[in-house]
């Protein structure tokens, strides 16, 4: 379905609810906001968020901001209030050979499928950050830098962000050796030396150029164990998670 549009399109300085409120203005609520973390990485799953907020004073959560903006501490904080007051909210992991087998883009498509279909509430209105996603049944917009202009979008990018990172710290303590408690998957100049000299591991994207070039200089790896990628997939509700296969 093609993104209905907008009566008229929120001033960016009308603070981080203008979105909403001119949607629910519209008739057009509840509204879930979707985001992803990891994206960029080149180890570790991707984890896509979805959010719906509750409306008016009792569903604002101070402090809402995009998470890369945040600190990790504030991020914490941030997400147990969100997955605490949220109308609802979920978190869809997907594993590094889910990437290597599709792609990116097409894991990042269909996992916000995933997240909002795997909402307790339906929305009327998607907002997602950076571009469309077809096919999620109810009309959607794509905001430039959603989550530093929609509330719903960065709750949803913090719910990501922090469901990743904790996938990456546990990942750490099975590879100690690449700092994945550090650098959480991305390309650095620690990752990419511990990726020169060690080669990868189960958990890197070995569809990405540099994992590649490390895996041709160091051998085979291998990859008969399960992966890491998949270690929890966060449910709708309330904020506990299980232990289900993403």
Not at 97 to 121: K, P, Q, W
Not at 129 to 143: M, T
């Amino acid at each position: 379905m093609k993104g209905r549009p907008l009566r008229y399109t929120p001033r960016r300085d009308a603070g981080l609810h203008a979105y909403e409120r001119v949607l629910e203005h519209a008739g057009l609520s509840p509204v879930a906001g979707v985001d992803e973390a990891g994206r960029g990485a080149c180890a570790g799953p991707l984890v896509v968020a979805a959010v719906i907020l509750r409306g008016g004073r009792r569903g604002r959560i101070e402090g809402l901001a995009d998470s890369k903006l945040l600190t990790p501490a504030r991020r914490e904080v941030l997400y147990e209030q969100i997955v605490q007051r949220a109308e609802a909210w979920s978190a869809i992991v997907v594993p590094c050979h889910d990437i290597d087998r599709i792609g990116v883009h097409r894991c990042n498509v269909t996992g916000m499928r995933r997240a909002l279909a795997a909402l307790e509430r339906r929305p009327a209105y998607v907002l997602s950050d950076g571009f469309r996603v077809p096919g999620v049944g109810v009309p959607a917009l794509a905001v430039i830098k959603g989550d530093q202009v929609a509330a719903c979008v960065a709750a949803a990018s913090i719910v990501a962000k922090v469901t990743r990172d904790r996938i990456m710290v546990e990942l750490n303590g099975r590879y100690p050796q690449y700092g994945f408690d550090v650098h959480k998957g991305y390309v650095t100049r620690e990752h990419s030396a511990a990726l020169a000299e060690h080669g990868p591991c189960p958990e890197h994207r070995f569809s990405f150029v540099n994992v590649g070039r490390a895996l041709r200089k160091n051998g085979e790896v291998a990859l008969g164990e399960e992966t890491g990628g998949d270690l929890v997939e966060e449910v709708p509700g309330d904020g506990r998670t299980e232990g289900a296969r993403a």
